[in-house]
C-alpha cells in the first residue's frame, strides 16, 4: 500500500499550528506496514485541494486527509472529495444523533445547519463515528483507490484512527514495518572518526545497500542515529530479519560507542 498524507488547513501553512497529525499518521501507517511516500499540506481552498488529491493519485493508491471537516464554510474537504469520486453528498442519520449527542453533553447550542453538515457524507462511503468530536470520519474505495478523511483535532484523529483504519490497513498491507534505532555516541564520548554522519555510513560499507532490510542514517546534535527497518508478515520474522545486521553494527563500531539501540515501530 502507497499512501500519500495530506494535511487541510491554512493554519499549518501560516505557521500558526504545528502540524502533529503527519508524524502520527507516519509512525502509524509504518506499523501497520503502508508505505508513505509523500506528505502534503494544502489550505482551505477548493481548486488546490482538488489539485492536491488528483496529484496524490498519480502516485499513490491510498490518500489519508485530515482536517476541513467541519461546520463552516471553509471546511470543504469532504465536499472536494466527494466531487472528485462523483458522489452525491446524502445525510447519514446515525452521524447526525452522534453530533446532537455530542452537544447535548458538551451543553452547546446546537446549531441545526452546521451540524446537518457535518452528518452528510459521500454516498457509498464507510462512516466512522466520532466519539470524541463532531465530525465523523470517512473511507471511500473505487476502483482501486481509496481516500480516508479524518477530522483535524488530533483528539479526535488519534482515537478515530486507532478504532477504526489501523485494522482496515493491516488486512490490506499484510505485512509490517519494524525499525532498530542504533544511537552512537556524541563526539565528545566517541573518536572523531566514527562520529560524522559521513564517516558513520562509509564504515557501514555494503549495509546502506540494503533492500530488506534497509540501513540508513541520521546526522543528530547528540550523536548520529543508524537506523535498520525491516518489512516482514509480522514483528517477530522482522526482528528476526534484522538480528544479523544489528549485530554487524555492534562489531563495526564497538559495543562501547552504541549509547542507546532501541525498537521504534
Not at 483528539?155 to 514495518?177: A, G, N, S
Not at 540494503?210 to 520474522?237: F, M, Q, S
Request: glycine letters at 8%; aromatic letters at 4%; charged letters at 30%.
Amino acid at each position: 500500500m502507497i499512501v500519500e498524507i495530506i494535511c487541510v488547513g491554512t493554519e499549518l501553512l501560516l505557521g500558526n499550528i504545528l502540524n502533529t497529525n503527519a508524524q502520527y499518521l507516519s509512525k502509524k501507517l509504518a506499523e501497520a506496514g503502508a508505505e508513505v511516500h509523500f506528505q502534503t499540506v494544502v489550505g482551505d481552498n477548493p481548486a488546490r485541494i482538488m489539485d492536491a488529491v488528483r496529484i496524490a493519485f498519480t502516485r499513490a493508491d491510498t490518500i489519508i486527509l485530515s482536517g476541513g471537516l467541519g461546520p463552516t464554510k471553509d471546511d470543504m474537504t469532504k465536499e472536494k472529495i466527494a466531487e472528485f469520486f462523483g458522489r452525491k453528498l446524502v445525510l447519514d442519520e446515525a452521524a447526525l444523533r452522534n453530533l446532537e449527542g455530542f452537544m447535548n453533553r458538551m451543553n452547546r447550542e446546537t446549531v441545526k445547519k452546521n451540524i446537518r453538515k457535518q452528518a452528510m457524507v459521500p454516498e457509498g462511503s464507510t462512516v466512522l463515528y466520532n466519539h470524541h468530536g463532531t465530525a465523523p470520519g470517512i473511507i471511500l474505495e473505487e476502483n482501486g483507490r481509496s481516500c480516508i478523511m479524518l477530522p483535524g483535532p488530533p483528539k479526535e484523529l488519534e482515537p478515530m484512527f486507532e478504532e477504526y483504519c489501523m485494522e482496515w490497513i493491516r488486512r490490506r498491507t499484510q505485512c509490517v514495518l519494524v525499525s532498530m534505532n542504533i544511537k552512537l555516541r556524541s563526539m565528545k564520548e566517541a573518536p572523531v572518526s566514527i562520529v560524522g554522519e559521513a564517516a558513520v555510513e562509509e564504515a557501514l560499507g555494503d549495509l546502506v545497500n540494503g533492500v530488506n532490510p534497509t540501513t540508513a542514517t541520521y546526522a543528530k546534535e547528540d550523536g548520529c542515529l543508524i537506523r535498520v527497518t525491516a518489512e516482514a508478515p509480522d514483528h517477530e520474522e522482522a526482528m528476526k530479519m534484522m538480528a544479523p545486521v544489528v549485530e554487524r553494527i555492534k562489531e563495526i563500531f564497538g559495543e562501547e560507542y552504541i549509547k542507546e539501540l532501541k525498537e521504534d515501530i
